[in-house]
């Protein structure tokens, strides 16, 4: 089988009007996620959330087995694996300390010099294959599931123009308005043709895929939302390599197949993502009026009401039976000393006050159910963040 020669090119014409559409409300969505009105603290925490997500995902597609979980663990230095587990950890952490080298790059004109350094970060204290150095170009031949490479004495050459395409890529005073959606384009595309011109001996895919995220952050895309294509990427791993394959087994492909399957899966991941955000706004705004509304009706009941409300509204995906929350250790605590009478009170005071509702309850249910009942918070929502 020849070597692959990529064709570093890109016609938007050649776009399907699926991707139009897609493209259209990528952009959109993306412009209310920046204008959402959110708390620094939820934020961050939404941040953090998405980077164990990104590099979770990014990780386990080249193998990694750990848990999302553990990835945040790891990352919060709150754990350390076995000894034998060692690499997995040292995989995750490489991809945050190469994250940062990314995020500090934003402004500069892509390089080699920049690929390679964050490829070095990737690889940092893993044992590579035979003749692999971190973060330098490879001097050997590569056969990739299947897919021949460039030979190595053309990878600096096509790395080099491959740079040179990217910088000069769609040109932001020709394309006023629509910045976001060429950004997801070129995001795509550099992922594509760095993977194809598989510059180094080993992190190829990682390194694609942190330029992905860094294309989408430099446009001014939230960092939340950057690695959401790595996410999408990992969901749907056989496709994925197999739209890689696409590209160069087809007379005819080019990048235009891989392009809609990413925007398809972009499009779904943000539809998520702005849910996720959306129940975090109404939950503050649920949270500012109970502290507001109690403050105005200053007594020790009220407080105790209000902390049972604010249980609740913590754990409003749960549908509590009466008498699993009241012994709840934090309910218990809240009612120390007291019988379940004042509790049973409260509850029905909040009711009457519309925080809380009793849904319609099963036949094979002896007691009723308590949830939060977000009604009549919905309406204090800018309409175009609501997803209720």
Same mark, same amino acid.
């Given at each position: 089988?020849?070597?692959?020669?990529?064709?570093?090119?890109?016609?938007?014409?050649?776009?399907?009007?699926?991707?139009?559409?897609?493209?259209?409300?990528? !952009?959109?969505?993306?412009?209310?996620?920046?204008?959402?009105?959110?708390?620094?603290?939820?934020?961050?925490?939404?941040?953090?959330?998405?980077?164990?997500?990104?590099?979770?995902?990014?990780?386990?597609?080249?193998?990694?087995?750990?848990?999302?979980?553990?990835?945040?663990?790891?990352?919060? !230095? !709150?754990?350390?694996?076995?000894?034998?587990?060692?690499?997995?950890?040292?995989?995750?952490? =490489?991809?945050?300390?190469?994250?940062?080298?990314?995020?500090?790059?934003?402004?500069?004109?892509?390089?080699?010099?920049?690929?390679?350094?964050? =490829?070095?970060?990737?690889?940092?204290?893993?044992?590579?294959?035979?003749?692999?150095?971190?973060?330098?170009?490879?001097?050997?031949? #590569?056969?990739?599931?299947?897919?021949?490479?460039?030979?190595?004495?053309?990878?600096?050459?096509?790395?080099?123009?491959?740079?040179?395409?990217?910088?000069?890529?769609?040109?932001?005073?020709?394309? +006023?308005?629509?910045?976001?959606?060429?950004?997801?384009?070129?995001?795509?595309?550099?992922?594509? &043709?760095?993977?194809?011109?598989?510059?180094?001996?080993?992190?190829?895919?990682?390194?694609?895929?942190?330029?992905?995220?860094?294309?989408?952050?430099?446009?001014?895309?939230? &960092?939340?939302?950057?690695?959401?294509?790595?996410? &999408?990427?990992?969901?749907?791993?056989?496709?994925? $390599?197999?739209?890689?394959?696409?590209?160069?087994?087809?007379?005819?492909?080019?990048?235009?197949?891989?392009?809609?399957?990413?925007?398809?899966?972009?499009?779904?991941?943000?539809?998520? !993502?702005?849910?996720? $955000? =959306?129940?975090?706004?109404?939950?503050?705004?649920?949270?500012?009026?109970?502290?507001?509304?109690?403050?105005?009706?200053?007594?020790?009941?009220?407080?105790?009401?209000?902390?049972?409300?604010?249980?609740?509204?913590?754990?409003?995906? +749960?549908?509590?039976?009466?008498?699993?929350?009241?012994?709840?250790?934090?309910?218990?605590?809240?009612?120390?000393?007291?019988?379940?009478?004042?509790?049973?009170?409260?509850?029905?005071?909040?009711?009457?006050?519309?925080?809380?509702?009793?849904?319609?309850?099963?036949?094979?249910?002896?007691?009723?159910? #308590? +949830?939060?009942?977000?009604?009549?918070?919905?309406?204090?929502?800018?309409?175009?963040?609501? #997803?209720?």
């Amino acid at each position: 089988m020849p070597n692959y020669q990529p064709n570093i090119s890109f016609d938007l014409q050649k776009l399907d009007k699926k991707d139009w559409f897609l493209l259209g409300e990528i !952009q959109s969505k993306i412009k209310h996620l920046c204008m959402t009105p959110l708390d620094e603290t939820i934020r961050e925490e939404l941040s953090a959330v998405f980077l164990s997500k990104g590099i979770n995902a990014t990780t386990a597609i080249e193998g990694n087995t750990l848990t999302e979980q553990q990835v945040r663990e790891i990352i919060n !230095q !709150q754990s350390t694996l076995r000894s034998s587990q060692h690499y997995l950890q040292q995989e995750v952490f =490489n991809i945050e300390v190469a994250l940062k080298k990314v995020r500090s790059s934003l402004s500069e004109p892509l390089t080699p010099k920049l690929i390679s350094q964050w =490829n070095e970060a990737v690889l940092s204290d893993l044992a590579l294959p035979e003749g692999c150095v971190a973060g330098e170009i490879r001097q050997y031949g #590569v056969v990739v599931g299947g897919y021949c490479p460039p030979e190595a004495v053309d990878c600096s050459r096509l790395l080099q123009d491959f740079c040179d395409f990217y910088n000069g890529f769609f040109s932001t005073e020709q394309n +006023t308005g629509y910045e976001l959606a060429l950004a997801v384009i070129k995001a795509i595309l550099a992922h594509v &043709f760095l993977v194809l011109i598989h510059p180094f001996g080993d992190g190829n895919g990682r390194t694609s895929r942190l330029l992905e995220t860094r294309t989408l952050m430099s446009a001014g895309i939230p &960092f939340m939302s950057s690695q959401l294509l790595s996410n &999408f990427y990992n969901k749907t791993r056989t496709k994925y $390599v197999h739209e890689l394959s696409r590209i160069w087994q087809s007379e005819d492909s080019h990048v235009y197949h891989f392009i809609s399957y990413a925007l398809e899966g972009l499009a779904d991941e943000i539809r998520d !993502q702005i849910t996720i $955000v =959306n129940e975090q706004v109404i939950l503050k705004v649920v949270e500012n009026d109970l502290y507001t509304y109690f403050k105005n009706h200053p007594s020790s009941t009220a407080d105790r009401k209000r902390d049972l409300c604010l249980f609740i509204l913590k754990h409003w995906k +749960t549908l509590f039976s009466m008498d699993a929350l009241f012994k709840e250790p934090t309910i218990q605590q809240l009612y120390y000393g007291k019988t379940k009478r004042p509790f049973s009170s409260d509850l029905s005071a909040l009711m009457g006050l519309g925080y809380l509702q009793v849904p319609n309850v099963k036949a094979n249910q002896t007691e009723s159910t #308590v +949830t939060f009942d977000f009604s009549k918070w919905i309406e204090k929502l800018p309409e175009a963040h609501s #997803v209720f």
